[in-house]
């Protein structure tokens, strides 16, 4: 067998490995999707370096309450992109800017008014986080923390942090203890 079939091999091998124990999507498929900026200009993203999209409503109490954590989590981790998508046709330009600048996110803000981002990630609540590195790994799924206990209940105390420690875990080269939560939030439609 020569090295370079050797060398394809186990690439295939590797691929297939992380695969089956990791779910994976194609940063050349999110590539091709059209969003909107607050200007209502085109964007699609250029690149496929590890980030965190992060589905978010205006009118959503927790996506409000949860903007200076992400601003925070974004600084902490400057080498991630952090996006703030706002999935579907329930609200304009002027509402999302609105919420942008009411809550001084520093998210890059992403409209998805077909919801092409969110059906292929799997996305139904909001606020719900994906983190993907830059193989196109979901490293972590579902909620930053675990502040709603559920829908409408909040804890007095954050024990777990889900996001900040799948960052944290990733950054020092460890595997990541919980890769998916299920998202406690108001539902992605165009209600």
């Keep these: 067998m020569s090295k370079a079939l050797l060398t394809t091999c186990l690439f295939l091998f590797l691929v297939i490995k992380a695969d089956a124990q990791n779910a994976m999507v194609s940063w050349k498929k999110i590539r091709q999707i059209s969003f909107q900026d607050v200007t209502g200009k085109s964007i699609q993203l250029t690149d496929n370096a590890p980030a965190v999209f992060v589905m978010l409503s205006p009118e959503c109490p927790l996506c409000r309450n949860y903007a200076p954590v992400l ?30 600048k009411e809550y001084q996110l520093l998210l890059k803000v992403l409209i998805d008014p077909a919801k092409k981002l969110s059906s292929y990630l799997k996305a139904s609540t909001t606020p719900e986080c994906i983190f993907i590195d830059k193989l196109g790994v979901i490293a972590y799924h579902g909620m930053i923390d675990n502040w709603p206990a559920s829908l409408g209940q909040k804890r007095k105390v954050i024990t777990e ?25 108001c539902l992605i439609n165009d209600l």
């Design 161 to 185: 942090k889900y996001l900040a420690t799948a960052l944290a875990q990733q950054k020092s080269g460890k595997a990541i203890t919980i890769k998916q939560t299920k998202p406690i939030g």
């Design 71 to 100: 601003n925070e989590l974004s600084k902490q981790y400057p080498d991630v992109a952090f996006y703030s998508v706002f999935p579907g046709k329930a609200y304009g330009i002027k509402e999302i800017s609105q919420y942008q």
